[in-house]
């Protein structure tokens, strides 16, 4: 009888000791997590990447020499992406524009594109571009320079209508070319304003 009360006893202090010891492990546990947070953020972070096809791609021209009236911050053109899994498009080319205030998320932008690798396939056209992007909004659409419709973009708005993504699908033979082009350039026109950009995209 006694054997019994004394193992009750023990049992009962073995399990306040084990409450006591989890108690203190997850206080100080959350504690020196947070301390040591920073530590291992850099050196897990040395290890860790995250694939650029989830992202738009690898950066191929960051443009920012805006001047003051300019609407917008910046303008980045990524080189194309293949093979990119688990996103609407495998194969796209992401265009981002940065702006100053969201009010002008809405208007129309024009980009007229000109890749190194097509010719001009008609001696009348007085165009020099190969493709056109109408981008209002959230709704976009790509032409060729004859006006002909290809396909629509696929956009993303971020940061409360102050970044606005744009990825052409590269699903037609047409677009299919961008793969195949080392320099590209673009006149942008927005409002009143506009601007000329060239990027290498290899």
Request: hydrophobic share 40%.
């Amino acid at each position: 009888m006694i054997l019994n009360k004394v193992k009750s006893a023990f049992l009962m202090l073995l399990q306040k000791i084990l409450i006591l010891k989890n108690a203190l492990i997850c206080f100080f546990g959350i504690a020196v997590f947070f301390i040591a947070s920073d530590a291992l953020e850099s050196k897990v972070g040395k290890f860790l990447h995250v694939d650029p096809a989830f992202t738009g791609g690898e950066i191929a021209l960051e443009f920012s020499d805006f001047s003051e009236a300019s609407e917008f911050s910046s303008y980045s053109v990524y080189k194309p992406v293949t093979n990119a899994r688990w996103q609407k498009n495998a194969d796209y080319w992401q265009l981002v524009f940065d702006y100053k205030n969201a009010q002008d998320f809405s208007k129309e932008i024009k980009i007229y594109i000109d890749l190194d690798n097509i010719e001009n396939e008609s001696f009348e056209s007085e165009k020099s571009y190969d493709f056109l992007v109408l981008q209002n909004g959230e709704s976009g659409k790509v032409y060729n320079f004859k006006g002909e419709y290809i396909c629509d973009t696929e956009s993303y708005v971020l940061n409360e209508n102050t970044r606005l993504k744009i990825r052409i699908p590269l699903k037609t033979k047409q677009l299919l070319k961008v793969l195949g082009t080392k320099n590209t350039k673009m006149q942008i026109e927005f409002d009143d304003f506009g601007f000329f950009v060239e990027a290498n995209l290899k």
